[in-house]
């Protein structure tokens, strides 16, 4: 391996690579096609009795109650979204838990914000999902799903000073 990075290194290659402007809207796509297809795998396992990998919740407060091993929330609120589950979390909404892991609080995900209207309405097609505006993840199979929830999550995030340092140069990754 390492005589491959060094043979790159004296090819003269690395100064000429060129990293296109539209990649960043490339990997974006990929990543949200990923989480697309992770979650409806999870929703087509589901579909076997007793499986509750998606649990359907018809409020912010059943998610509080008798709800073992909860990994995250998916908030996609349709059309007819009641008001109950009508308010939108920010990008980095935490809903207390109380015996939950990590000092009690279970990330928010809002599906429309990461994954964008064309992904979503392809998400929605699966029953599951056009049916319920909330839903909790949870069993040891959907931490793969949750881990790629979390990177696009980070991917989209924007943050105090990040305009100052795309002016000086520095993309962030």
């Known amino acids: 391996m390492l005589a491959r990075r ?13 990293w296109p ?10 990543l949200r096609a990923r989480a697309v297809d992770a ?15 998606l649990r359907p919740c018809a409020s912010w407060a059943q998610i509080n109650r008798d709800m073992p091993h909860r990994g995250c929330v998916l908030w996609s ?6 008001p109950d589950t009508a308010a ?16 009690g609080k279970m990330p928010v995900h809002d599906l429309r914000r990461l994954l964008g209207d064309d992904h979503l309405a ?3 097609a699966e029953p599951v999902f056009a049916d319920n505006a909330l839903l909790v993840l949870g069993k040891r199979r959907t931490i793969p799903a949750q881990l790629l929830l979390w990177k696009l999550q980070g991917y ?10 795309e ?4 993309k962030p990754v």
């Open 156 to 165: 989209l995030a924007e943050y105090p000073g990040r305009d100052e340092a």
């Open 88 to 103: 939108t979390p920010g990008p980095w909404a935490t809903l207390d838990i109380e015996g939950a892991k990590y000092d």
């Open 77 to 82: 609120p349709g059309e007819a979204a009641s």
């Open 21 to 30: 402007p539209h990649m960043h809207r490339l990997v974006l796509d990929l």
């Open 39 to 53: 979650l409806l795998r999870l929703a087509r396992l589901d579909a076997a009795p007793a499986r509750g990998y």
């Open 167 to 170: 002016a000086d140069g520095v």
């Open 122 to 124: 392809r998400l929605r």
């Open 6 to 18: 060094a043979h790159l290194a004296r090819s003269g290659l690395l100064p000429r690579l060129v």
